[in-house]
């Protein structure tokens, strides 16, 4: 199946089986909540709707939403943004990681969510 997968540098650290994938963080300028909607193709993440105030979507130039199709969404989770991956009725805190993160489409045959049980000291090593 056609899912999403999480990377913590050059290593996954998390796969997600499922169509359609948020990422949630709070906006460093405006201090506002922020929710990018993607589905997910084989081949991209592919924006298709961005929830947040109108002076955000006026910075990022949202409106109207141009949909883009990307290999893969490069962000740093943090505790001023506060990031968190949305998934049905699922929900996975990223900010306690501090570091460089990357969500790509890939092919899940399992899904894993290991990394709330995952010390965050075994993966500090694999942060570039």
Do not use: K
């Not at 906006?27 to 589905?39: I, L, T």
């Not at 997910?40 to 949202?62: F, K, N």
């Not at 306690?96 to 899904?111: K, N």
């Amino acid at each position: 199946m056609t899912g999403v997968c999480l990377h913590l540098g050059a290593a996954l650290i998390a796969s997600f089986a499922t169509p359609n994938i948020a990422l949630e963080y709070t906006h460093s300028m405006y201090d506002v909540p922020v929710r990018e909607h993607y589905r997910v193709t084989s081949s991209a993440l592919i924006l298709e709707r961005y929830e947040s105030t109108t002076a955000v979507l006026e910075y990022y130039g949202m409106n109207p939403l141009p949909l883009t199709p990307y290999p893969e969404v490069r962000f740093i989770a943090d505790e001023i943004g506060r990031h968190a991956l949305v998934w049905g009725a699922e929900r996975l805190e990223l900010a306690r990681y501090g570091a460089a993160m990357r969500l790509r489409p890939c092919t899940v045959s399992a899904q894993t969510t290991d990394l709330e049980t995952q010390p965050l000291e075994l993966l500090e090593g694999l942060v570039p």
